[in-house]
């Protein structure tokens, strides 16, 4: 899902775990989430950010795992960093390969992440990438 060689010496990552981590409680319930956000940081300015993304693992229900990424989009605390110029990439990991990884509604999706957020949405299943990785 990640290419480690693209980070140089003078980057920091950090993770964040989002569902039922930074967003919790009983109103956390109502709000489709991501698993986890990746925040990548020039290093040594902490609030430099070159770029987020956004990982959902899930079982087959590609539908429901590109529900939760857009979710965590809309999450009020997360907006200012989703404001910035930098690059947000979407990541499923399906534990199996849905049958509707090549439809209209994805490939929509994946224009949408390309436009609107300046990342990319890519799938991958059982540690194999669906999609090429040519970009992050």
């Known amino acids: ?40 940081k020039n290093a040594p300015v902490a609030d430099s950010l070159e770029k987020a993304i956004l990982v959902e ?7 429901h795992a590109l529900k939760q990424l857009k979710g965590t989009l809309g999450i009020e605390e997360f907006k200012n960093v989703w404001n910035q110029e930098c690059p947000v990439y979407g990541r499923v990991v399906c534990s199996r390969v849905p049958g509707i990884v090549y439809s209209d509604s994805v490939i929509k999706e994946k224009q949408e992440w390309k ?12 540690g194999n990438m669906i999609d090429k990785c040519g970009d992050m």
């Open 1 to 40: 899902v990640y290419d480690q060689s693209e980070l140089t010496n003078k980057q920091v990552i950090v993770c964040t775990h989002i569902d039922d981590g930074v967003v919790n409680g009983s109103e956390a319930k109502k709000i489709s989430k991501c698993d986890y956000a990746f925040f990548v």
């Open 57 to 63: 693992l899930k079982g087959s229900d590609l539908n």
């Open 115 to 126: 436009t609107k957020y300046k990342g990319s949405l890519k799938i991958a299943s059982n």
